[in-house]
């Protein structure tokens, strides 16, 4: 079966600008969470998306948005980049109510210059 | 809330020796605990997974670990470590099925010949 995958692999923005990143989970999968992974600073959960509903919000200010499509794949809007927003975004996905671990995707790498 | 905390940032082992990586976590409920790894400039691979059944798990790649309740610990082991084991390791707690992941800031595991 084909993995999560993520799209751009990388991105290039000026400060200031707006950033969209994509993600499409694996077939069947509903629940969709986003990870920033910033040098220094681990995973930092997100959003979680679940059933085209956001479920839960980590401790980002509202310049961090998404969505879920009725396919269940998910976009991550970053508006009013910082230059601190550089970081791998991870995306991964998983069966909703299951015990099951996340299944990453490769991230993409986004680069506020 | 729950929490992870990863002892060491680095880890240095000599090809053939025990792999340690150390992990305590904090919970208010049975938790789910994982452990993933992820190589250089890739997203994150799901070694193994703890869901209240047997407390030593086996993973991939040789790897187990050991849910300990009483000391709140779930350490990753490997008999006898390879180059190839060179990546950096995540501990990950989530208080439900559904629930969020929560991942430690990462061990980076270093193989010297």
């Known amino acids: 079966e084909a993995g999560v995958t993520q799209s751009p692999t990388h991105l290039i923005k000026t400060r200031g600008q707006q950033a969209t990143l994509r993600c499409s989970p694996i077939?069947?999968?509903?629940?969709v969470y986003w990870y920033q992974q910033a040098l220094g600073l681990g995973l930092q959960f997100l959003l979680w998306?679940?059933?085209?509903?956001?479920?839960n919000r980590g401790n980002f200010p509202p310049r961090f948005s998404g969505r879920q499509f009725p396919n269940y794949s998910s976009e991550l809007n970053v508006n009013a980049l910082e230059l601190d927003d550089s970081a791998l975004y991870l995306c991964?996905?998983?069966?909703?109510?299951?015990?099951?671990?996340?299944?990453f995707g490769s991230g993409t790498r986004l680069t506020v210059v | 809330a729950q929490s992870v905390t990863q002892l060491g940032s680095h880890v240095s082992v000599s090809e053939g020796a025990l792999v340690l990586l150390r992990c305590n976590y904090s919970s208010s409920v049975p938790p789910y605990l994982f452990w993933y790894v992820q190589y250089p400039n890739q997203g994150l691979q799901l070694l193994l997974k703890?869901?209240?059944?047997?407390?030593l798990v086996k993973g991939i790649n040789g790897f187990e670990a050991e849910f300990k309740k009483s000391e709140t610990s779930f350490h990753l082991t490997k008999p006898s470590a390879h180059m190839s084991d060179a990546a950096e390791y995540f501990c990950?707690?989530?208080?439900?099925?559904?629930?969020?992941?929560?991942f430690g800031k990462g061990t980076r595991l270093h193989i010297l010949p």
């Open positions: 990950a707690v989530s208080e439900g099925r559904g629930d969020k992941i929560i």
């Open positions: 077939s069947g999968h509903t629940s």
């Open positions: 703890y869901t209240s059944a047997a407390t």
């Open positions: 998306y679940d059933e085209g509903e956001e479920r």
């Open positions: 991964a996905s998983r069966y909703t109510g299951t015990g099951k671990g996340y299944t």
